[in-house]
């Protein structure tokens, strides 16, 4: 059975960086077959799209408040995706989740879209 897993979060100052980490297992495609998004939602709020990336990487895609700030990039030696997220704000805190879909070409900032999910890492920016 397809697995997800994050790590990296934490607790950050308004400003400041952090690293996401999602390794995935037990795919039923290669890692370069797979498309994989983040997710983010914070207390109250619905889940939303934060950034994509297709399966071969070529296809990457942000929400408009997290673009210039955040970077999604992939490893398939390492089957791992990863959000490098710089100039942290307190409105970037929520629980950030992983996804994955095998699929080529593209990507999707849609909930629906993806079949595989984490159970999410929680990143807290403070003022």
């Known amino acids: 059975q397809a697995q997800v897993e994050e790590s990296g979060g934490g607790s950050v100052q308004a400003g400041g960086s952090l690293t996401l980490s999602c390794i995935a297992s037990g795919l039923h495609r290669d890692f370069d077959d797979v498309a994989m998004g983040w997710f983010r939602q914070a207390p109250g709020k619905e889940r939303e799209g934060v950034a994509c990336?297709?399966?071969?990487?070529?296809?990457?895609r942000y929400l408009d408040s997290v673009s210039g700030r955040f970077t999604a990039s992939r490893d398939s030696s390492k089957k791992t995706l990863y959000l490098h997220m710089n100039n942290l704000k307190p409105e970037d805190t929520a629980m950030y989740y992983c996804a994955a879909r095998g699929t080529s070409g593209y990507c999707s900032h849609a909930r629906t879209f993806y079949n595989s999910w984490g159970k999410g890492t929680q990143v807290t920016v403070s003022s």
């Open positions: 990336i297709n399966d071969d990487g070529r296809n990457i």
